[in-house]
Every structure is written in C-alpha cells, then in structure tokens.
C-alpha cells in the first residue's frame, strides 16, 4: 500500500481507472465534513482487482448502488457487505473494499442514503448531514442488507455460505442489527457503533459479533459498552464479544481524520480478519 498524501482526494489516475468510472456514480475524495487536513489515508492500488457499480435490487423505484470491489477471475471467494458512517460512499470506504478485495474477499458498499438525492461527503455541515441520515429508517436500513446479501447469492463471484459484514460508526450499529435479522450474515465486525438501542436485543444474535470501541470516545458511554458485554453474557452469546482500546477515540480506525490511530486501527483490522476466519467468512 502507499499514502495518499492529497487530503482533498484522490484523482482518477491515483486509482489507474477511467475517468468516467471514477466520477459516475460516487463522490471523488474524503468526506469533507471530517477530513483533516493533515491526512494522509491509505491508498490501496487496484493492480488484479475488478472494480465495479452496482445497482441492486431492493423493492424501491430506483435500485440500491454498491460499489464493489473483488479479485479477478471466476473464483467464488467470501463476500464482506462493508457498511458506511454517516457520511456515505467517499474514498476511505471504498479503500476498505479494495483492502479486503487484495486479501481475497469480494467487497460490497451499498450507498445506503441514496434516496436523499444528496451527496453526503459533499457536504460540511454536521447539522445537515444528520437530519438527511435519520430519513434512512432502520426497517430500511436492515431491507437494504438483505437485498445486498441476497444478491451476492445470485453472483458467480459470491458464496452464499460465507458472507460478513463490517461497518464503521453509524455502520457499525447497522452490524449489531444485521446479525440480529439477516440469517445469510456468518459475521460481523462493528467498528465504534451505538449500543443503547441494541442492548435489550443481544440474544437476537444469530451471528457471532466483535466490537471494536475507543476507550476515550465520547459519543459511546462505557456504560453502554459494559451493559452490552454483560447482555452478551446473560444471552449465552459467547462467541460475541466487545473489545475497548483504552486509548482510541471514536473514529480510530479512519486514517482521513484527526481520529486516526494507526496502532489501534491496525490491531483492530487483524482482529477483524481473525474474527471472520474462525466464523468460517475467509
């Protein structure tokens, strides 16, 4: 891998992709709400992946776009639905695509607010975004991941066996309920998510979940972590399990922000992969 050291964002040729395919259907460059302007991301190339956009159907008038990324070939290999904060499909989420496309995974980013019509990494106003991310009920919300893992089913390059999930902030949330309602779900990684709503569920878990949590982040209580562990261990759920970094905020494992800490990131994304491999998702 190589830094990207443009925090505006990456330009078609940092990616060795057409134009047109780099500006047709999602936002070019970092959520600028958050970026720091000091950034400096990673920037996985695209050398023996198969970059694509997909329109999946859902039900709604006008189908769910993804951006996938997956190895060449006609392999079937596991499918990680990667599920993103509040800000969209920007160029960190679809580096953590190709990220898990290099490591043998097909990788699928569902762009979960297109309904709004809005561009929300565009924009750089919080009070703004907010409103425009609660329009995504989580009936919605949970509709759109079984469309996307229903339609990972339906590809030469899925194994409907060996599907996961991973999300990050809002996404890491929308992890906890899918592997609540979303049987074809084997595992989910959920990156700093809130708890509060999903306490009370925790024996609803049909796949094992690992939480990844910064000790200093402010918008999740470590009350709210401590209720969700013990939940976890009154509901049996012992292959789910919570993970504090004493030291990360939330956000730790976005290298585009302040947040940023590359040691817990790290740490977090190895744990991440073993935690998919030992549920059979690899």
């Known amino acids: 891998m190589t830094l990207l050291t443009r925090p505006e964002g990456a330009l078609a040729e940092d990616f060795h992709i057409s134009r047109r395919t780099a500006a047709s259907m999602f936002f070019v460059g970092y959520a600028l709400a958050a970026v720091a302007a000091d950034a400096a991301p990673i920037l996985t190339p695209v050398d023996d992946l198969v970059i694509e956009e997909a329109l999946i159907p859902n039900g709604a008038a006008k189908p769910l776009p993804a951006y996938v990324a997956r190895p060449k070939g006609k392999a079937r290999h596991a499918t990680i639905v990667v599920v993103n904060e509040i800000f969209g499909i920007h160029d960190y ?75 990050f902030c809002w996404g890491g949330a929308v992890v906890w309920r899918s592997a609540m309602v979303d049987p074809d779900i084997r595992a989910g990684v959920a990156w700093y998510g809130q708890l509060k709503p999903l306490i009370a569920r925790a024996a609803e878990l049909k796949a094992p979940v690992l939480g990844l949590y910064g000790g200093l982040d402010q918008g999740i209580p470590a009350a709210d972590r401590d209720a969700m562990i013990a939940a976890l261990a009154a509901a049996g759920k012992t292959s789910s399990c919570i993970h504090v970094y004493p030291d990360a905020q939330h956000g730790f ?29 690899v």
Request: proline share 4%; hydrophobic share 40%.
């Open 93 to 167: 989420i679809k580096d953590i695509c190709r990220r898990l496309a290099k490591l043998g995974y097909v990788a699928v980013a569902p762009d979960f607010f297109y309904r709004s019509g809005v561009s929300l990494p565009a924009m750089t106003d919080f009070k703004q975004i907010i409103p425009i991310v609660q329009q995504a009920s989580v009936e919605q919300v949970d509709g759109d991941v079984r469309a996307t893992t229903d339609w990972i089913k339906t590809r030469p390059f899925g194994d409907a066996k060996r599907i996961g999930i991973t999300g």
């Open 253 to 281: 494992h976005a290298d585009y922000r302040a947040s940023y800490n590359e040691a817990d990131a790290r740490d977090g994304w190895t744990k991440m992969l073993a935690h998919f491999a030992t549920n059979g998702v």
